[in-house]
């Protein structure tokens, strides 16, 4: 009986050895070839997620899969081999495209590259082609392969924060290795948009992990690679309806930490251009959801220094809103106030020109919610001495709709208005913004002659009690020094001043 076990002991011990050395083996390949979704073995250095995605990486990447794709050589080019052998050619193309250079020989290194090179060039023709056939072997390759190549952690920035959308001295930077990683982006976004793709085979693959990693790619300060994201993700969301929603908050996630966290994210623009055809394919009525996006991302989206880096795309975003949904103007216009600049012109300047936008679709009963408010800040805006901002105001008054608005609401915006006008004309120093005032005078005479008569009598009355009020304390203030440095023997001759008159006039 113990040699019956003695026998045993060694056999199964060899079993799960060699089990776990093939785990092992297989674990350390899969880092740098089978793992679809972690691009290189970062070690310590990657993130927990990622960390969780590589023990699954298996899974998604099997090697098995790849078995059949061993049977061809991938030098050979696709019209020398039958139609039944291109699918495992395009595999081993695929996989061949997988190996990661050797830094430690530059003139190996450029070969590899080269043939590289070349590779991407023959997969992409041959996808342009429509002969490419993806069953599950081949949508795994590829999406292996586009993972090894894109996926990738970028170095820290170290731009300054204020300097993001507010110079353009900065010249963007581009990636020396784009030649190669432009031909990975054509290959995916002709996979994606490929017509004859089972999406319910290619969601197994093209998952939630393998869109995070994407959307992280819109750090690149690459132009370039930014722009092929946003046409690539826009094709991932109009192809897997079942990814809707997780994009959807994904980039719901990257604005809210870009607003109320770091202030620090170059891919914003890109990203709104995307949710900028997305919000005009709502359906109506429009979701809770949606309503919340506008509310507590893009509208906070207006808070930031860099805001004229995406301003853009951010007011067409929500124009789209709020032309899906013109109950949604009074909010947008709310939260404009709300974040208002104080100091900064040029921010100053790009509001005024959303707020036009909003206002061309904003109905009488929204905007009389918020007209008072509005034009106090208008008002502001048109005392301002920065020129540009002050001109900017002046020429709402040529927006046919605008001027709609403060016709039929004349009785509560006039009083609001012209003592902004007449201070221009007494105080300000550019002769543009001077003429301007004279034109929006005159447009409001013309409008409602007795109102504007009526705000201008008004206005006299107040300036008039404010000058006897400041004429009363230049008076009061005389009589106190006086009564200060007055001296004991000349008290007959200076009347002395009770502290309780000084204090009622005062």
């Not at 052998?85 to 070969?111: G, W, Y």
């Not at 994407?214 to 690459?222: C, G, H, P, V, Y």
């Not at 908050?249 to 997305?278: D, P, Q, W």
């Not at 008072?372 to 901002?389: D, E, M, T």
Request: with cysteine; hydrophobic share 40%; net charge neutral.
């Amino acid at each position: 009986m113990l040699k019956q076990f003695l026998r045993k002991l060694p056999r199964k011990s060899q079993r799960s050895d060699s089990l776990d050395s093939a785990g092992t083996d297989s674990g350390e390949r899969t880092s740098n070839s089978d793992d679809g979704v972690q691009c290189t073995n970062f070690g310590n250095k990657i993130s927990s997620r990622l960390r969780v995605v590589k023990r699954v990486s298996s899974a998604v990447f099997p090697a098995s899969i790849m078995a059949g794709s061993e049977a061809v050589e991938p030098n050979l080019a696709f019209n020398d081999v039958s139609n039944p052998q291109r699918p495992n050619l395009f595999i081993s193309k695929l996989n061949l495209c997988c190996e990661v250079s050797n830094s430690s020989d530059p003139d190996k290194t450029t070969a590899e590259q080269d043939l590289k090179r070349q590779t991407l060039v023959e997969l992409v023709d041959f996808v342009s082609s429509g002969s490419a056939k993806f069953n599950e072997s081949a949508i795994a390759a590829l999406c292996k392969m586009c993972a090894i190549n894109l996926f990738r952690v970028f170095p820290p920035k170290y731009r300054s924060n204020t300097a993001v959308g507010e110079v353009d001295d900065e010249e963007p930077m581009f990636d020396p290795c784009w030649s190669n990683l432009q031909l990975v982006y054509d290959l995916l976004l002709r996979f994606i948009g490929y017509s004859s793709l089972d999406v319910k085979v290619a969601k197994k693959y093209v998952d939630h992990s393998f869109i995070l990693r994407l959307l992280d790619l819109f750090e690149s300060e690459d132009p370039r690679e930014r722009d092929c994201l946003k046409t690539i993700l826009h094709g991932i969301y109009g192809k897997f309806t079942v990814h809707r929603p997780f994009v959807r908050k994904a980039v719901s996630n990257i604005i809210y930490t870009f607003v109320y966290e770091t202030e620090r994210h170059i891919g914003i623009a890109e990203l709104l251009e995307i949710f900028g055809s997305i919000i005009s394919g709502f359906a109506l009525p429009l979701k809770e959801e949606h309503k919340m996006f506008l509310c507590q991302a893009l509208i906070p989206l207006h808070k930031p220094k860099s805001v004229g880096a995406y301003h853009q795309q951010l007011t067409y975003c929500v124009v789209q809103f709020v032309d899906k949904d013109p109950k949604l103007a009074n909010s947008v216009i709310t939260g404009l106030l709300k974040y208002w600049p104080v100091t900064n012109s040029q921010k100053e300047l790009m509001f005024i020109s959303e707020l036009e936008e909003i206002l061309e679709m904003t109905s009488m009963a929204d905007f009389q919610k918020i007209m008072v408010p509005l034009f106090r800040r208008i008002a502001c805006c048109l005392n301002s001495f920065h020129y540009q901002v002050a001109e900017r105001a002046h020429m709402l008054w040529n927006n046919e709709h605008i001027l709609n608005l403060i016709r039929h609401h004349r009785q509560v915006i006039f009083p609001l208005i012209f003592p902004a006008l007449e201070r221009n004309s007494q105080n300000h120093w550019n002769q543009t913004v001077l003429n301007l005032t004279k034109n929006t005078r005159k447009m409001l005479f013309e409008m409602d002659e007795e109102l504007t008569l009526a705000c201008e009598r008004k206005l006299e009355e107040e300036n008039s009690r404010l000058n006897e009020a400041a004429e009363k304390r230049k008076l009061t203030w005389e009589r106190l020094e006086i009564a200060a440095g007055v001296k004991p023997a000349a008290a007959n001759i200076i009347p002395p001043v009770k502290p309780t008159a000084c204090h009622v006039a005062c």
